[in-house]
């Protein structure tokens, strides 16, 4: 990778890999300052978790609890760590090529069981390998099956983790009550159980404030009013107050 950016190939190096290179030489982009509220320190401790024992779990938290900026900072800074961020539009042989593609593999002229070996093989020479499946609610029964193949032949050798808002807890419990093909499978998988991430308190939206420039006592409650808990409105109304000279 460093010899690819020395030689100014950057097309070919992946955000996530970027990340990483940032995180290990010290690099702080200046802008919005990440804080590690519950949530963040809850869905860190699971992928640790995931990784470290070859877990597999379901990591649930509703948008704007913090979980995809803590999905990506550890990402960033592990080893080993292949986040996709799903799509409803994915097949198999799309979900297949992504998960190849962030690996570092070559994806082009093979079939879908090749990228299958491919993916089991390469995973397998890894040390303590770990795939997430972010926003895995938008996965198509289809592909989302392949979570079941992918436990079968890395069980104890790679941890898997899906994450989503709720929406994937109601479809799976749905599923296991129509008896739909696959949906006892994941659900034993997982556990039988989903890890439910907090939403931001008080505290949390007023360490966020803090840390990025709001410390009058009267703007952190009128912020901490209008968040309802997500973190994506705490960030707007911050930037709002900032450039309107409120601190």
């Known amino acids: ?28 982009a200046e802008g919005w300052q990440l804080v590690p509220t519950r949530a963040y320190k809850a869905m ?15 990591v649930i938290g509703e948008a704007g609890s913090g979980k995809t900026e803590a999905i990506k900072n550890y990402t960033a800074e592990g080893r080993n760590v292949y986040h996709l961020v799903c799509s409803e539009y ?7 090529a992504k998960l190849l593609q962030n690996m570092g593999a070559v994806v082009s002229g093979t079939t879908v069981s090749d990228m299958m070996d491919n993916i089991v093989d390469t995973l397998k020479r890894k040390e303590q390998p770990l795939i997430v499946l972010d926003e895995a609610d938008k996965l198509s029964d289809q592909v989302l099956y392949f979570f079941i193949s992918l436990y079968n032949q890395l069980e104890d050798q790679c941890g898997i983790m899906l994450t989503a808002t709720s929406n994937l807890k109601a479809r799976i419990e749905r599923g296991l009550r129509l008896n739909r ?25 007023a360490a966020v404030c803090v840390a990025n420039g709001v410390s009058d006592t ?30």
Do not use: C
Request: a positive charge; zero cysteines; aromatic letters at 8%.
């Open 218 to 247: 009267k703007a952190i409650n009128r912020v901490i009013d209008e968040a309802d808990g997500d973190l994506r409105r705490v960030k707007r109304s911050v930037w709002a107050m900032m450039k309107g000279g409120a601190r």
């Open 90 to 96: 994915w097949n198999r042989r799309t979900f297949m």
């Open 181 to 205: 093909k696959g949906y006892a499978e994941i659900y034993s998988r997982i556990g039988r159980k989903f890890v439910e991430l907090p939403l931001p308190n008080s505290e949390d939206v």
């Open 1 to 28: 990778t460093i010899s690819k950016v020395l030689a100014g190939k950057w097309e070919t190096i992946s955000d996530d890999m970027w990340r990483s290179i940032a995180a290990q030489t010290g690099h702080k």
């Open 44 to 58: 860190t401790f699971a992928l640790e978790n995931a990784q470290r024992d070859s877990l597999v779990m379901a």
